[in-house]
């Protein structure tokens, strides 16, 4: 398929990896259908910080996937979506199960089916590594079992298993694409590296943090954002689950330490027992199988951990880009 000029609608537009994706949509030709969270303070999110000119080439849709009469007007018109809005938070989801269900799950069907409705010609559901667990076995390929050891990852393997229902009850050209751990600039303060980094910056000898053994795969967010247009482009994607991932893994303990050096800013490692998952919904290793992408596209990771997590560094130091950022909190 060929993205330029195809209408596109990303959910989520106003997040962390939405945003990325819209300024990576425009630089591809694409006419963008940017769909935020309405809110009483008119907040339009991360595509705020845009400059103007790149601003007037997207289409605000402030609505809430939560309600399908809007879903299916923002939906109107569009060849291709791509869709991320979710609640994200595991630590928010043990306490609020309810909302991730709304949002991940019925929020994913009223995509679904205003895409079916519309006859969109091909629909990118976001997954999230969160829903294989703790590794069975390694790397994790698309075909390992899933587990859902929070609410967050079982809302998600949910909102899954209902996209490829539609792919296989209606033919609806679905892809699922499973990001492992997407870290750069403008992630939530909830994430683990904005977490390490923004309490060294602010000073702190004590990087509080919670399990410091389990391991993750992490992948930078504009190569997550090109892995999105590469999945779209391919003729092979439709039906297909699809991971994105570097195949390499760090400790949480060994990243924090990575950053430490690379700010040179020392402080000590302490791990919160507030920060901690409960015992059986810690997902212990993430370590992806990036075998599949690499077959199905011509994607392939742009920029190692350390490039990555100096360019975010880097970004985080701009303090213009800190507002909202609590480090002096544990941010649930």
């Known amino acids: 398929m060929n993205l330029k000029n195809k209408k596109v609608l990303v959910t989520g537009a106003d997040g962390f990896i939405g945003s990325h994706l819209v300024e990576r949509l425009i630089e591809e ?18 595509l705020d910080t845009f400059p103007k000119e790149k601003l007037k080439q997207i289409e605000i ?7 399908p009469n809007g879903v299916r007007d923002a939906v109107k018109g569009a060849e291709v979506i ?11 989801s043990y306490h609020s199960p309810d909302s991730y ?6 929020g994913t ?7 079916r409705d519309h006859g969109c010609e091909k629909i990118l559901v976001t997954s999230t590594s969160e829903v294989y667990g703790t590794a069975k076995y390694v790397p994790i390929d698309e075909n390992h079992p899933f587990q859902g050891q929070s609410p967050y990852s079982a809302t998600k393997i949910g909102a899954d298993r209902i996209a490829e229902s539609f792919y296989r009850s209606f033919n609806l ?5 499973r990001p492992f751990n997407t870290f750069g600039p403008r992630q939530s303060a909830r994430a683990i590296i904005p977490t390490i980094i923004t309490q060294l910056l602010n000073g702190s000898k004590e990087i509080k943090l919670g399990a410091l053994h389990p391991t993750r795969d992490l992948v930078f967010v504009k190569d997550v954002a090109e892995a999105f247009v590469e999945i779209a482009r391919s003729d092979k994607t439709i039906g297909q689950e699809i991971n994105i991932a570097t195949q390499s893994e760090i400790s ?8 430490i050096g690379l700010t040179d800013l020392p402080a000590k490692i302490v791990e919160e027992s507030g920060r901690l998952r409960p015992k059986n ?21 742009m920029h190692n951990l350390d490039e990555g997590l100096k360019i975010t560094i880097d970004w985080f130091k701009n303090s213009g880009n800190l507002k909202g950022y609590k480090s002096e909190i544990y941010n649930v």
């Open 281 to 301: 919904s810690e997902v212990e290793r993430l370590l992806g199988s990036n075998e599949k992408i690499k077959k199905l596209t011509d994607w392939k990771p």
């Open 252 to 259: 949480i303990k060994d990243l924090a330490n990575k950053i």
């Open 101 to 106: 269900i709304d949002t991940n799950i019925k």
């Open 109 to 115: 069907l009223n995509i679904l089916q205003a895409a």
């Open 61 to 67: 849709f402030m609505g809430d996937v939560r309600d």
């Open 82 to 92: 791509f869709h991320l809005a979710a609640l994200i938070g595991i630590p928010y």
């Open 29 to 46: 030709g694409c006419k963008v259908k940017a769909f935020v969270y309405y809110n009483s303070f008119n907040s339009w999110g991360w």
């Open 173 to 177: 050209p679905v892809t699922i694409v």
